[in-house]
């Protein structure tokens, strides 16, 4: 069994950080194409592709500069190098596809676009986010806004994938639910610790 990386929720009444006031911070809600464009290559054909699926793009700036971006899903997503369609229930939403430009990363961008997008969306009920298991950056931004490693995905040795529980069982059910996984019934084998946790 191979650990791939955690799939990690915050779901609404959850305990969120607070972070310190950042001079010039804004997030913008559904932002432009042309602010998307000038932090990422992607063709203005693709990001209206993801807003007709459901996609909303949250973009940060510091004093009018974008230096970060993010995407939600509403609706379905595709975690395309696990090959995995997930279909989302209305109150869930899919955190997917955030970047940061390399000459503001290590400043605490990241969570704090993550926490902006869990206060935007307002009609989100439960947040899922996922990372490569050794994305070490990842792992620190994601559980420093309060999000918690509810399971593991894991590739067995047959090839297919499984997730190991780490969370309460109702959550468990919940990520097997939108990730259409099924959940290994046997304990965790040391899979459930992720660094910084």
Known sequence: M???GPFCAWWHGDPLSLFSSLPGW????DAADELLQSLT???ASELQDR????????????NGKAVAYGWVATRTAEI???GLSLVLSP????LWDFFTHPDWRGRGIYPRLLR????MEKDGERFWIGYDAPNVA??????????????QIVRLNNGSLALVPVGPPERVAAAARVLGLPVLDRPSDGCGTSGGR
Not at 26 to 29: A, G
Not at 51 to 62: C, E, S
Not at 138 to 151: L, M, P, T
Request: proline share 4%.
């Open 80 to 82: 395309g190098a696990l």
């Open 26 to 29: 804004e997030v913008i809600p």
């Open 41 to 43: 290559d992607s063709e």
């Open 138 to 151: 990842s792992a620190r931004g994601i559980a420093k806004v309060g999000f918690q490693i509810v399971v």
């Open 91 to 94: 109150g869930d939403r899919y």
């Open 116 to 119: 902006a997008v869990l206060g």
């Open 51 to 62: 807003r007709r699926n459901g996609h909303r793009p949250y973009v940060a700036l510091l």
């Open 2 to 4: 191979t650990v791939l």
